[in-house]
């Protein structure tokens, strides 16, 4: 240890050596408590109480609580999810449960047939949606989830799992315009990309036929020159 | 128990299944309104005077280390927001600093800053309701609980705008945080900042003048400097006796060592030095917060090359310490080149603590190991684990 | 044409609380019963008054104290049942009602049940010698001090009843406590006491309060307070009150965070609420005396007051006294036991003592200037001394902390 500088008591605290009379820290406190209760009555910030049921606090957007999947145009056919199990194995509790869709020939649909989500067990750590490489799991913010059924009504199915991007647009602006922009982006990336393809495909083609058809010309004229040799 | 020649009482102790007339064998705990959680004491009394006392944990384990062995590093994350559930993001930061350690990770300068904000505020947090939890084992019908609440909650509501939670943040991440400053968040804290000073006046006033508070609290539960430093005590414990250990400025971690702070000593360390010695804790807590938020730069809230999926440290060792609120909160991690740890150790502050809990309480009355339990300020979560 | 034979009697403001007894009194001399009948009739009419109107105090005191310190702790308070939460006793009420009724095993179920039944009933014997009013004097007795203390004693038997019949050991360290404390704190209590019997010379509690009836200058009342050796004996009998009626911060038999609830912690249901009960006429008894010794009763605390009822003014004074001892709960921790022994031991009889003499001085010297000039300093220095001991010997040593600078 070094060198030490001493300091006063706090000013609360009666200075070292001074006569106190006894009880007077204890009339301090009756003071103190005394002001909280009349100042209870009109000062906002001594009495933060919300009451509940009929007023709410201001919740932050940015507050989590379960996660949902989110849907692009129909629930349906509209999900982001692809049904990659990257939340399923990140997942720390191990709340999530991914099954496939596949078709009658057992070829992925790169979509949930089953994608289950136990709330009892969802700690909100919010994992799934950051690990998500789809823009596809979010964190709700939604608190009200009490039920009286404690099994079913705990375990989230697609069907109430499965929310509209309007509805993440709605929860969270900016983060759902950002995630919009990039998938915007990324589709019309997408689309040259097909266009691209397609133009490319289309230009393949054309150079195919075209190299056919020249190649039909040449085989005809030397056809041609084969029948001339042969007339001649 | 560290055995002491300085021990104040001695008397003839009881085993287990012997009977006397005299001592009387209580469980204080597992329910028990004052024990803090689901932790027990089984006490001897002679009258009311302790003889023995040997304390019983274990009620709340939920197998943290192991499990966080069969995991990937992210996710034993959020696990860290459960040990000790009222400063989640000091726990935070102590597992990413030492894995940041193992794999080598930079930390860009504003994600420090962060972290010491929400570091610094977390600690108000901590000291804040010890304050109203020790009352609360005082007898006091819970006023200062409630003024700590009330002002608690204020940081909690910037928590929530930051991290998506109020308590349980899973905020930190290997290289930086999840997330960066919402809008306006700095604003709103050095408005928290600035008014938590007035109310730590109105609490002290409440609180540190009272003549039965100061009865009940001075020279009880006090050890001499040796027994703590051989008990591996740290923390706020620690430094009420006087000895200058601060792993802020001893081992400075982070951006700490930019900082102008001081570290406050108490003389005796009885449990009313451990109450003075948060409070004077909190104000320096202000005063880095203060240094923090006005030099807040901008830049990456994470390193840019962090990564989220898959993360692989290299094969190594690493064992990381903070100052946490409760003291030194330390993770020691073997990689073996996977996605999960080999070994995931912690060292938490509450436990080690916790042990010399008999030596400070033989002597005394039963209503003293309350105090001097709540003195020590533990959460049952970080002990059990 | 009978009745005419026994006309109701008139009655006013001040004697409202008269009207069941009178009610009574009136309906059985109208269907002629004996003497005998009426009297007993009207005593049982009277003190079903004070019972139920103690009981609606209760019900109101365990609403009043939840609200009152939930705004001290910057909240609410019950506020869902009914308007206000006015009908959350009721609520309570019910709820304990229907909650199992749990005699432990190892319980003595006799005293185990006979406990909570005994802790009601000295609590309404001693308020039944109140003087709640000018004309409401439920059993003017003339030893009511006497009979007051020594019925309030009774408490302590129950307490330690529950202790031990509750077969358990948190119980039995709570009854233990109580037994100390109770006994201890009953010292200082009446020793205060003892210098109101001697200015006033009775132990009939209406004559104390007829004797606090005038006013000094004609505004300041003469009430015992206002007396130097009153006003100490006040303070002490105060603080003793706290302690008698087990409320923080000497609320130790029922330390929740020590010893969970003390000789209450194996009880559960109507049990419980029984204890509650007595507690809080114990409370209203011990709180009452205080006012009838030292605040002048039912007397106004002002001349030109003197048209509202009397009994409006002992319960004004009573609500004032229970709001006080609601402020301290809300605010002060509770003491160790050895500091509470040693608090009244040391400091309150000692204290208590001096007030006797005072008294006495007060009397001797004609209560006049000349008494403020000798009893004053009886009591001041004492207590500058009292007052410098502390400070060097029992007051908490002060602190200094430092700065590490490294």
Redesign the interface.
Known sequence: MSAEKTIDRLPAVPKPGRWIMPGLGLIQGLVISGKNAIQSYYKKDRMTTIQYPEQRAVISPNFRNFPFLCYDDDAATGLRCTACSICENECPPQCIYIVLDRDENGKSLKRPKVFDIDISVCMNCGICAEVCPFDSIYMDGEYEMSTDDRFGGLMLGLDRLAKSAEYHMKLRPEEASAVMAKRKAEEEKKAAAAAAKAAKAKADLEAKAKAAAEAKAAEEAQAATEEKGESA | MISDSSMPYSAPTLEPGEDDDQL???SLGPQ???THGVFRMNVV?DG?TVVSLKSVFGYLHRNHEKLAEN??Y??????T??LDYICPLTNNWALAHAVEKLAGIEVPERAEFIRVITAELTRLINHTAFMGFI?????????AL??AF?ER?KIL?LF??????RM?S?FMRYGGC??DL?AGWADRCSIVVNDYGPFL??L?????????????T??VGQLPQKTLINGGITGPMLRAA?V?Y?IR?VEPYGIYDRFDF???????GDC??RI??R??EMRESLKILRQALDQLPAGDYIHPKAK??NFKPPVGEAYARIEGPKGELGFHLISDGTVNPFRYRIRPPSFINLTLLEDMCLGL????V?IILGSVDIVLGEVDR | MIFATVPFPSFTLESLPQLPKLLVEWLLMLVGAPDWLVSIGGTAAMAGTVVGVFLSAFALLSLVERKTLARIQNRLGPNRAGWFGILQPVADGIKMLTKEDIVPTKAEWLLHLAAPILIVVPSILALGVMPLGREWVPVNMELGLLFFFSVGALTELSVFMAGWASGSKFPMLGAMRAISQMVSYELPLIISALGVIMVTGSLRLSDIVVHQGDFYFGFIPKWNLFTPWGFAAGLIFYIASIAEANRCPFDLPEGESEIVAGHMTEYSGFKYALFFMGEYLGLFAIAGLGVTLFLGGWQAPLPFLGWVPTWIWFFAKLAVIIMSYLWIRGTFPRVRIDQLMRFAWLCLIPMALLTIPAAALWVFTGKGIVSWVVTVPLLLIPWVILTILFNKRLAPATRTYTFADS
């Open positions: 009387l064998r209580v028990h309104p004052s009394l009311e995991m990937t992210l996710s034993s994350m959020p696990y927001d459960r009352l609360g084992d005082m007898g006091a019908w819970g006023s409630m003024y009330r909650e509501d929530e705008d930051l991290t998506g939670a349980m899973n999840r997330n919402p006046d109105e002290e006033k409440f609180l540190v003048g009272n003549e039965i508070l100061l009865a009940r001075q020279d006087g200058n601060d400025k001081r570290i406050p000593l108490g003389a005796k009313y030095d003075m010695i409070f004077l989220i999926r009355d039963l209503a003293d309350v």
